[in-house]
Each structure stands twice: as structure tokens, then as C-alpha cells.
């Protein structure tokens, strides 16, 4: 979908698929005309119009104070990336420190000791890794020492960092649960059928 806003300017609506929920995502595009849309080779914004969502499936069972800042991420993202990029930043240094005892003197030095850890999927460290170069933290020091500072985006980096936020609570909290509640039922169905339960992997 495309309409005009003035000659040379041009706003698109695009459509996509959640990764990670499978859902359909609208944006709102608007740049400069490329003859046949918004020209992405240069500047250009994007901002999440649908769903305006500010809610993480399975929330129950994620700390709360980690929803709390995903879901202020989510909901100031179309307006202001800005603070949305700020907020998942320091949200992922959260993560990375308190769920994984990863603690150094930059975000980036603690993404590169993540990566290396042993039984971490790749799709998710090629995620995480991926932050550095979506953020360019090389030329934007202040997103790599003060996770916390409202600075200036790169296009697609703060819808990027919402995405592996997401899939990082897949991975630490929700799946974990989920095999520990089946690991649960299946016990029961083994106590009552007169078999030994399973055990937990040390």
C-alpha cells in the first residue's frame, strides 16, 4: 500500500510475519521516492503500526521487572525508537547479567561472552551478536557503555532489539518452564501406571 505525501517523498504501509509469533506486522515507511516506493537505500523511518501491542505472551513466567521494561519498550517503539532501543539495551544487559552471570565493562564485551557459552542455539547468539552490528556500537559508544542513554537509532534497530529480547525469553524463561510443567505430567502418568519417575538432568 502507498500513498504520495508530497513530490519525491513517499509513505508506505509494509507487511510482514513475527518471526517468532508467526502474526502479520504492519509498518508505516516513509522516505524519499524511489520511482516505485520509499528509496531504502537511504534515509528513511519505520515505525510499528500494528499490532500495538504492549503485552508478552506466557508473561506469568518471566520476573516482572523484566516485563515491565519489554513492555515499555513495546509501547513507546512507534513513538520514539529512540527510547525503545535505550530501554531493550538495558534490559538485555539485565538479562545477561542476572540470568547468566555475565558482567563486564561494555554491553558488547557481554554479548561476546554470551555467544561463547556452551549450550546457547545459534539462531539465538546469532541474534544477540547480530545487536552490535544493527546498533553499530563501534561508532555509537554511549549504546555500548550507557545501555540506559536515549541516543540516536539506526533503522530497524530497535524493532531488532524488541525480536531478540523476545526470543531470549523464549529461550531463558518460558521454554524451560514449559518442559518442566511436562516433565511434571508425565511423572504423574508414570507414578500411575507403577514406573519411576524421570529425573532431572544434573
Same mark, same amino acid.
Given at each position: ?23 502479520? %506486522? ?26 500495538? #501491542? ?20 513495546? /509501547? %513507546?517503539?512507534?513513538?520514539?525508537? /529512540? ?11 539485565? $538479562?545477561?547479567?542476572?540470568?547468566? #552471570? ?10 561476546? /561472552?554470551?555467544?561463547?557459552?556452551? =549450550? +546457547? ?6 541474534? %544477540?551478536?547480530? +545487536?552490535? #552490528?544493527? =546498533? ?9 557503555? #550507557?545501555? =540506559? ?15 531478540? +529480547? ?10 524451560? $518452564? ?20 524421570? /529425573?532431572?538432568?544434573?
Amino acid at each position: 500500500m502507498r500513498a504520495d505525501k508530497e513530490e519525491g517523498y513517499s509513505v508506505e504501509i509494509k507487511y510482514s510475519t513475527c518471526p517468532n509469533c508467526k502474526k502479520v %506486522v504492519a509498518y508505516l515507511v516513509e522516505g524519499e521516492e524511489s520511482g516505485n516506493g520509499v528509496n531504502e537505500e537511504e534515509e528513511f523511518t519505520q515505525t510499528l503500526i500494528y499490532p500495538n #501491542n504492549s503485552k508478552v505472551e506466557n508473561s506469568e513466567d518471566i520476573p516482572k521487572l523484566f516485563v515491565e521494561d519489554y513492555e515499555e519498550a513495546l /509501547k %513507546v517503539l512507534s513513538a520514539s525508537p /529512540k527510547a525503545s532501543a535505550a530501554l531493550s539495551r538495558r534490559l538485555l544487559q539485565n $538479562i545477561l547479567r542476572e540470568k547468566y #552471570n555475565i558482567n563486564e565493562r561494555s554491553l558488547a564485551q557481554e554479548i561476546q /561472552k554470551f555467544i561463547t557459552l556452551d =549450550g +546457547i542455539p545459534t539462531h539465538l547468539t546469532d541474534a %544477540v551478536d547480530a +545487536i552490535r #552490528n544493527v =546498533g553499530n556500537f563501534a561508532a555509537h559508544p554511549t549504546k555500548d557503555k #550507557n545501555t =540506559g542513554e536515549i541516543v540516536t537509532v539506526e533503522n530497524g534497530e530497535a524493532e531488532w532489539l524488541i525480536e531478540v +529480547i523476545e526470543a531470549l525469553f523464549d529461550f531463558t524463561f518460558i521454554q524451560p $518452564i514449559k518442559l518442566e510443567r511436562r516433565r511434571k505430567e508425565l511423572n504423574i502418568k508414570l507414578e500411575k501406571v507403577g514406573k519411576p519417575e524421570l /529425573k532431572k538432568k544434573k
